[in-house]
C-alpha cells in the first residue's frame, strides 16, 4: 500500500466505494503523469480530509471530489469545500508542487457552477475538462490581491513594479 508524506500530512488510500465506477470513466488523465483513487489525508493519525482522486504532473497537482447525486452534493457544505480547497493547497505545497487544482465533481448536476470559491462540474463535462492550477505560493497570491488593488485604483507605475516583481519571484520559483 503506498503512503504519501507531505507534512504534517500523511495521504493513504482508502476502499473505493462502487458508485465511483461512473466518475472513474469520465475521468480525463490525458494531461497527467498519475492518478491516486481515495486519497485519505491524516494528520497525526487522525483523518482530516479525503478526496476522492489526485492527479499530477511534472509541475502540477489537482484534488476532486466527487458527489454522486446532487442530494449529496447540496450537504456539502461551502465551508467544508473552502477548508477541502485549503487543505489541498497545503498538501501540494508539501509534495513540492507549485501549482494546485481543486474541483468537485456531481452526477447529476445540469451545468457547471461555483461553490465556497470551487468549480463545481456536472460528470458528463469531466471528459472534456483541463484543469486550471492556482499557485501554491501563499505570496503569489497575495501578489495578485495587490495588483488587483492598485490596478482598480488606477495606480499603473506601482502595478508595473508589482508585475515586474512578480515576474521575479515566478522566475526563482519555476
Known amino acids: 500500500m503506498i503512503e ?6 500523511v495521504l ?19 494531461w ?23 492527479l499530477w504532473s511534472d509541475d502540477a497537482v489537482m484534488f476532486i471530489e466527487y458527489k454522486d447525486s446532487v442530494a449529496a ?8 469545500v473552502q477548508q477541502m480547497n ?3 493547497k497545503n498538501i501540494a505545497r508539501g509534495l513540492g508542487y507549485k501549482k494546485y487544482s481543486f474541483i468537485a465533481v456531481v452526477k447529476g448536476l445540469e451545468e457547471a457552477t461555483n461553490k465556497g470559491g470551487v468549480d463545481v462540474l456536472p460528470l458528463y463535462s469531466l471528459g ?6 492556482a499557485s501554491t505560493v501563499t505570496e503569489m497570491d497575495y501578489l495578485d490581491k495587490m495588483i ?3 490596478t482598480r485604483e488606477g ?5 508595473k513594479e508589482l508585475d515586474k516583481l512578480k515576474k521575479i519571484m515566478e522566475m526563482e520559483t519555476s
Not at 504519501?4 to 500530512?9: A, E
Not at 483513487?37 to 491524516?42: E, G, I, K, S, T
Request: glycine content about 4%; hydrophobic content about 40%.
Open 4 to 9: 504519501l508524506t507531505s507534512d504534517p500530512y
Open 12 to 30: 493513504k488510500p482508502r476502499v473505493a466505494p462502487i458508485t465511483e465506477a461512473d466518475f472513474r470513466i469520465h475521468l480525463n488523465i490525458g
Open 32 to 54: 497527467c503523469r498519475g492518478v491516486l483513487f481515495n486519497v485519505v489525508a491524516m494528520r497525526n493519525s487522525i483523518a482530516i480530509v479525503e478526496y476522492d482522486a489526485l
Open 73 to 80: 452534493y447540496k450537504n456539502l457544505s461551502s465551508r467544508r
Open 86 to 88: 485549503s487543505y489541498a
Open 128 to 133: 472534456s475538462y483541463q484543469p486550471v492550477f
Open 148 to 150: 488587483g488593488k492598485y
Open 155 to 159: 495606480q499603473e507605475d506601482f502595478v
